[in-house]
């Protein structure tokens, strides 16, 4: 069975950094593309980066540009979401996903696996 568990989420004052985990178990990670996405309360599902079975990284949100960083290592299954200058914009619920596609030029939300998701909160 896939399963995806993120984790690394939390309440966190303005200007913190958090680092969320994904670690992904029943396939093998390198096989697949891997998106981070995120939902806050009342708003549309925002994907945020997809990075690609070769480690090619594409990012979509500008929100986020220049303050989040996305990684994967492979011989861990695992992703992360590196998360800096964290402000109460952030504050949603953030979910990893996998797809066998490679990442598109432009954000597309199409992903076949799930994670359950974990909580940032970000306020003062």
């Known amino acids: 069975q896939v399963q995806l568990v993120e984790s690394g989420g939390g309440l966190v004052q303005p200007g913190s950094s958090l680092r969320l985990s994904c670690v992904v178990s029943?396939?093998?990670?390198?096989?697949?593309?891997l998106g981070w996405l995120r939902q806050a309360p009342g708003k549309k599902r925002e994907e945020l980066f997809c990075?690609?079975?070769?480690?090619?990284?594409?990012g979509y949100a500008d929100a986020v540009s220049g303050r989040f960083t996305v990684s994967r290592d492979n011989a861990k299954n695992t992703a992360y979401l590196q998360m800096d200058a964290l402000n109460p914009g952030d504050t949603a619920r953030y979910y990893c996903?996998?797809?066998?596609?490679?990442?598109?030029?432009?954000?597309?939300?199409?992903?076949?696996?799930w994670g359950q998701g974990t909580q940032v909160t970000v306020s003062s």
């Open positions: 996903a996998l797809h066998h596609t490679r990442c598109p030029s432009v954000s597309d939300g199409f992903y076949d696996y």
């Open positions: 029943g396939v093998k990670l390198s096989d697949f593309r």
């Open positions: 990075i690609g079975r070769t480690g090619d990284r594409h």
